[in-house]
């Protein structure tokens, strides 16, 4: 009896797998086991996966901003750096007389130092 009970065993798991396999290759299995069952959860799946790569975009773009920005920060520093420079060098006293020589102005150097008034009061 035990002999006819395991025969019977292995006649059924044959005919299961191959209904699995031609359920699955036809499509059914897929459709109505699978994916509907899990509907809501393929659903969630599907708009993680959509906010992840929007995510991802949006970091990208915060990132070439950055870069860009920096690099502006950097090339007006420079030139603030610069126009400092210049600034310092033209108002040395001696680029100042040179200058109003050059323009034909008739301004004079002092010759004697500058005095302070001192007032009194009451």
């Known amino acids: 009896m035990a002999e006819i009970k395991e025969k019977e065993g292995k006649k059924a798991s044959p005919a299961k797998s191959g209904s699995f396999l031609k359920e699955f290759l036809s499509g059914s299995m897929v459709t109505e086991k699978i994916i509907l069952r899990n509907l809501w959860y393929v659903l969630l799946i599907t708009l993680l996966t ?11 773009k915060i990132t070439r901003e950055l870069t860009k920005t920096q690099r502006e920060v950097r090339d007006l520093r420079s030139e603030s750096l610069s126009t400092s420079a210049d600034l310092m060098n033209l108002s040395r006293q001696s680029e100042v007389y040179n200058l109003i020589k050059e323009r034909g102005l008739t301004l004079e150097e002092l010759k004697t130092p500058p005095y302070k008034v001192i007032v009194n009061k009451k």
């Open 50 to 60: 959509a906010i992840y790569i929007g995510n991802r975009f949006h970091a990208e």
